[in-house]
T-cell receptor, first 109, second 115 residues
Framework: GQNIDQPTEMTATEGAIVQINCTYQ??????LFWYQQHAGEAPTFLSY??LDGLEEKGRFSSFLSRSKGYSYLLLKELQMKDSASYLC??????????WGAGTKLIIKP | GAVVSQHPSRVICKSGTSVKIECRSL??????MFWYRQFPKQSLMLMATSNEGSKATYEQGVEKDKFLINHASLTLSTLTVTSAHPEDSSFYIC???????????FGPGTRLTVT
């Protein structure tokens, strides 16, 4: 079966750095997405990785290792507004998105 | 670019009635649209995938006669919840993908409450 694992909840301090991990086992791979979702709102796109390596975009970076079935989202200089759920999703061989359950990130002052 | 709208944003209806939710791609042609449901504190659950001009493909466990999906044009898809019950209360989110595009663009979601 297809499976995506990410931690349920993480807590970090304002101004710090946090890394959210995601491991996956899917039928085929056409890329991995990270989305941010605030409570009561729809997900918003953060990043897309299809090749191994690190993609940096401002305070957010995303890393992918296809051989290990592993990705992480790195958030730097955390702000209170970064409190949200972060969803990892893999595009499988049928170009369907397989979603992780999401990681709720709590930022403390 | 790549904006998707949903209407209504919130709807309250009585048990037994039907509710229609619209999803529109405003600045691109959505060859594929997806309908998701999300219960509180849970992840997105894909309900169905629809390609323009063809019947929707429903995920296992989703009743096609209860959740009617129409993707009549490249910019509009509708989800009709028929004979709604309180357990259908949820956050319904659509997303759209253009031809040859991998990314899904999400609408803002519709909060449905069935009383």
């Amino acid at each position: 079966g297809q499976n995506i694992d990410q931690p349920t909840e993480m807590t970090a301090t304002e101004g710090a750095i946090v890394q959210i991990n995601c491991t996956y086992q899917t039928s085929g791979f056409n890329g991995l997405f990270w989305y941010q979702q605030h409570a009561g709102e729809a997900p918003t796109f953060l990043s897309y990785n299809v090749l191994d390596g690190l993609e940096e975009k401002g305070r957010f970076s995303s890393f992918l290792s296809r051989s290990k079935g592993y990705s992480y989202l790195l958030l730097k200089e955390l702000q209170m507004k970064d409190s949200a759920s972060y969803l990892c999703a893999v595009l499988d061989s049928n170009y369907q998105l397989i979603w992780g359950a999401g990681t709720k990130l709590i930022i403390k002052p | 670019g790549a904006v998707v709208s949903q209407h209504p944003s919130r709807v309250i209806c009585k048990s037994g009635t039907s509710v229609k939710i619209e999803c529109r791609s405003l600045d691109f042609q959505a060859t594929t649209m997806f309908w998701y449901r999300q219960f509180p504190k849970q992840s997105l659950m894909l309900m169905a995938t629809s390609n323009e001009g063809s019947k929707a493909t429903y995920e296992q466990g989703v009743e096609k006669d209860k959740f009617l999906i129409n993707h009549a044009s490249l910019t509009l898809s509708t989800l009709t919840v028929t004979s709604a019950h309180p357990e259908d209360s949820s956050f319904y989110i659509c997303s759209a993908r253009g031809r040859g595009d991998y990314e899904q663009y999400f609408g803002p979601g519709t909060r449905l409450t069935v009383t």
